[in-house]
């Protein structure tokens, strides 16, 4: 993951925060230090209508980490 490019993810970030008019919510490692967590922080900030979900104990591949507190997160946000 040192060797992996980030500008892929910042520029797909832009495109998300350009063109965004429906509820996001963002899950994300504390911990990543290839993504860290203050890009997430920006992308909540500038987003009108995203809440941020922050999952300890995990890294780049949060799925594969912490499946469990991102299906709670997905539960949590998509259920009424």
């Not at 920006?42 to 995990?58: H, K, N, Q």
């Amino acid at each position: 993951m040192a060797a992996a490019s980030t500008g892929p993810v910042r520029a797909a970030g832009n495109e998300l925060i350009a063109g965004s008019r429906i509820p996001i919510r963002l899950i994300w490692s504390s911990e990543d230090e290839v993504f860290p967590i203050a890009h997430a922080e920006r992308y909540a900030a500038a987003l009108s209508d995203a809440e941020l979900v922050t999952i300890d104990d995990s890294f780049s591949f949060t799925p594969e980490d912490r499946p469990d507190a991102v299906a709670a997160a997905i539960r949590r946000f998509a259920s009424p």
